[in-house]
């Protein structure tokens, strides 16, 4: 069982670590809530509170974060630095969304968008001399901080005193109960109220302190280290914690504990607050509280511009006279825009998606769009709309065989307008521009494929529009076999292939002239034509000869001359109503194989290794099987000539 609970604590403590980075601020409190049962101990409820970035989800180093971790650890010491109590788990209570939005209309558009989860547990404990410290600390800061060093691997510490019993151990601390977001634009002033409440009414006075790190170097691992805390982060001059975000005035506190600053340079800033708890009786010091929290200035100037096309042109194949108008201008958040559309009508909208305006009448208007009209940081800009709809785009195809003319038929119609031209781009890397009223065009393709076909209409309204269509076009591959010797008497089934249908030319001699392999057996010497045909209607034809001789038998040359002049340059024999070679092998006069093969197409070209076969006569050796299954063997000379 202890093995079992020290992995799942193990497992907890991972994720605390895994999920700390996003954290971005937070402070530790407690209220006095009475006695326990035997009013020997004070019942405390210790409440934290963590602030992320809520718009934070995946960081360069510290990797995707979307959540708070629960619960989170805090520890109880004492004022000398033991801890006297296990570790107390604090769980999420609520979880508050802190949202501010820039609505200026001459600035650009920031957010900042921040959450504050609670987390709270109640301990108990006896009054004893110098009081206690409970403290919650943590791995690590966010990422790319402008006033801290290696922010992303600096820690936090976030503790709460409660007074020893020689002071007021039923003591309330101070907290900071004002929470919320706000956008900071560099160079202009801000205020932020960072002032505390106190149930007890003391007396709190308020300065800028320096925040603490978690008492580990570069650690990424959430740490517990006893009081007292004095380690700060490492600040990057010029910033500290006095001045952890510089500004011309720098940031100060009043005390009211009211932030002002005007910020001299964008980034994000920690800043940590520090509010002195005074008894107003005793005057006693009874603590000091603090909160760490992010600051991000924003850069928020822009150049407020107008804009939308300087040219409208109303194409639509719709005969509407409505125009939609988009809006590319640069403005605030709260910008205004004012439209005068040329037809004696104005619109003033905070909308900046396209705005619809419908016109009376066909025609050329101008109009003019104004950016923030009662505003210094406003901005104009003039176009034209055309609005001349009805411009309808089409065509129809006829034709779909490789190589035949395939016919292309303009259905295009212009209701406020006229077609004026038109522009085919026929997927062949040309295009053909054609002026005037013709609007049929034949075109030829020389491959079976699909095709993507376009047409660019050309009008007297400065109208233009594309329609694009993918045609595919058929093609047949007829083949009808290669060219055959065979012996009187013998068979052999025919070789088309290629398409769907199919016709042989002239019949005689085929077992069945519609199909692709009919059986051929005939005598006399022809030339078949096959006539191929698909389910589209595509054709093609081949050829092919069939040559008859006395056999069976292998007719052999005795000379050949491998001269290069294309004439008798290979000796090779040719088979009739042979159906299997065995070997075809060539030797010169001492006997040795200068050539072997069983393809009597290609024969021996006059070379031994590469180099030319000296003049001189040659025995051949030649074993084959004839379509009645009777071996045959030929021996024979054959002189080679240069």
């Excluded at 003591?171 to 205020?191: E, L, R």
Aim: contains cysteine; hydrophobic residues 30%.
């Amino acid at each position: 069982m202890k093995i079992i609970l020290l992995l799942v604590l193990g497992c907890c403590l991972f994720n605390l670590h895994a999920a700390g980075y996003h954290i971005i601020g937070g402070e530790i409190y407690y209220k006095t809530i009475g006695m326990s049962g035997d009013n020997l101990r004070y019942r405390y409820l210790i409440t934290l509170k963590l602030y992320r970035d809520a718009d934070f989800t995946c960081g360069d180093r510290q990797g995707c974060i979307d959540r708070f971790e629960n619960p989170v650890i805090a520890t109880v010491y004492t004022a000398s630095g033991t801890r006297i109590i296990p570790t107390v788990y604090l769980y999420i209570s609520q979880v508050v969304p802190l949202i501010d939005t820039l609505k200026n209309p001459c600035l650009a558009p920031q957010a900042q968008h921040l959450e504050v989860a609670f987390y709270t547990a109640t301990i108990e404990l006896e009054p004893i001399t110098g009081g206690y410290y409970v403290t919650s600390q943590r791995c690590c800061r966010g990422e790319k901080l402008a006033n801290i060093y290696d922010s992303e691997h600096e820690g936090s510490t976030y503790y709460t005193v409660i007074p020893g019993k020689e002071s007021r151990p039923d003591n309330n601390s101070a907290y900071f109960n004002k929470d919320s977001a706000i956008v900071i634009c560099n160079k202009m002033p801000f205020k932020v109220n960072y002032a505390a409440f106190d149930e007890d009414g003391d007396s709190l006075a308020y300065h800028l302190c320096s925040a603490l790190t978690d008492g580990t170097i570069n650690n990424e691992t959430n740490s517990s280290t006893p009081p007292p805390y004095n380690t700060t982060v490492r600040y990057i001059p010029p910033y500290s914690g006095v001045n952890p975000m510089g500004g011309n005035p720098a940031i100060s506190i009043d005390s009211k504990g009211m932030i002002t600053c005007t910020p001299d340079r964008a980034g994000k800033y920690v800043v940590t607050v520090c509010v002195d708890e005074y008894d107003r009786v005793t005057k006693r010091l009874l603590g000091t509280h603090s909160k760490d929290i992010l600051l991000t200035v924003f850069d928020c100037t822009t150049k407020i511009t107008a804009g939308f096309p300087s040219v409208l042109n109303n194409c639509s194949e719709a005969p509407e006279l409505q125009v939609a108008f988009p809006n590319y201008s640069v403005a605030g958040y709260t910008a205004t825009y004012y439209w005068t559309f040329g037809d004696g009508t104005d619109t003033l909208t905070s909308d900046k998606t396209i705005f619809f305006h419908q016109y009376p009448d066909t025609g050329v208007y101008k109009v003019k769009l104004v950016v923030n009209p009662k505003l210094a940081c406003r901005d104009s800009i003039t176009g034209q709309v055309r609005n001349y709809p009805g411009l309808r785009a089409g065509f129809t195809t006829s034709g779909v065989c490789k190589g035949e003319p395939i016919f292309f038929n303009d259905t295009s119609s212009y209701l406020y307008g006229n077609i004026t031209g038109r522009t085919w781009d026929f997927d062949l890397a040309d295009s053909i521009v054609m002026m005037g009223n013709t609007r049929s065009i034949e075109r030829r393709f020389n491959k079976g494929n699909v095709y993507t076909i376009s047409m660019t209409l050309h009008t007297d309204k400065q109208c233009e529009k594309t329609v694009t269509q993918n045609i595919r076009i058929y093609e047949v591959n007829p083949f009808a076999g290669n060219d055959t010797i065979l012996a009187k008497g013998q068979t052999m089934v025919m070789q088309g292939s290629g398409g769907d249908i199919y016709s042989w030319q002239p019949s005689d001699g085929l077992s069945d002239p519609t199909i692709a392999r009919p059986v051929l057996n005939y005598n006399k010497d022809i030339t078949y034509i096959l006539r191929v045909s698909d389910q589209q209607g595509c054709t093609g034809y081949d050829t092919v000869s069939v040559k008859y001789y006395t056999g069976p038998e292998m007719y052999i040359p005795n000379a050949f001359t491998p001269n290069g002049d294309g004439v008798n340059d290979r000796f090779r024999f040719i088979p009739v109503g042979i159906v299997q070679y065995k070997f075809f092998r060539i030797f010169n006069r001492w006997g040795q194989e200068i050539y072997s093969s069983t393809d009597f197409r290609s024969g021996w070209d006059g070379t031994y290794k590469g180099m030319p076969a000296p003049v001189d006569t040659y025995l051949w050796i030649l074993q084959g099987t004839d379509f009645n299954g009777r071996e045959i063997l030929k021996k024979g000379t054959v002189t080679l000539i240069r």
